[in-house]
Nanobody, 129 residues
């Protein structure tokens, strides 16, 4: 069974940092692009980042560029999202997702959950003072 599981969410003050983790199982992890997608209360899914299978290529949404960094350790089947300088508008449920080919449509339009091979249960991030 193809599965991804997120962890690392929590509550933090504005300007603080968190590191999310996504562990994959049931598939050749190193062959897959891994995404972070978030959803704030009452809002649509928003793409956050994409990292290639080897980790050498990353893409970020404009709202997080320069503050968030994705990385991966394929030996541990894990992708990380380092989130710095967090803002209240970063408050959301953060999901990890996986596909074998890169989905580029999400760079400009809302992600569609059914397009992904795996989708996690999410980890909540709350940023407030």
């Amino acid at each position: 069974e193809v599965e991804v599981v997120e962890s690392g969410g929590g509550s933090v003050q504005p300007g603080g940092s968190l590191r999310l983790s996504c562990v994959g199982s049931g598939f050749r992890f190193f062959n897959y692009y891994i995404y972070w997608v978030r959803q704030a209360p009452g809002k649509d899914l928003e793409w956050v980042s994409t990292i290639s299978g080897g980790g050498g290529v990353t893409y970020y949404g404009d709202s997080v560029k320069g503050r968030f960094t994705a990385s991966r350790d394929n030996g541990k089947n894990t992708v990380y999202l380092q989130m710095n300088n967090l803002r209240p508008e970063d408050t959301a449920m953060y999901y990890c997702a996986a596909t074998e080919s890169c989905i580029r449509t999400i760079f400009a339009s809302r992600p569609i959950r059914e397009d992904f091979d795996a989708w996690g249960q999410g980890t909540q991030v709350d940023v407030s003072s």
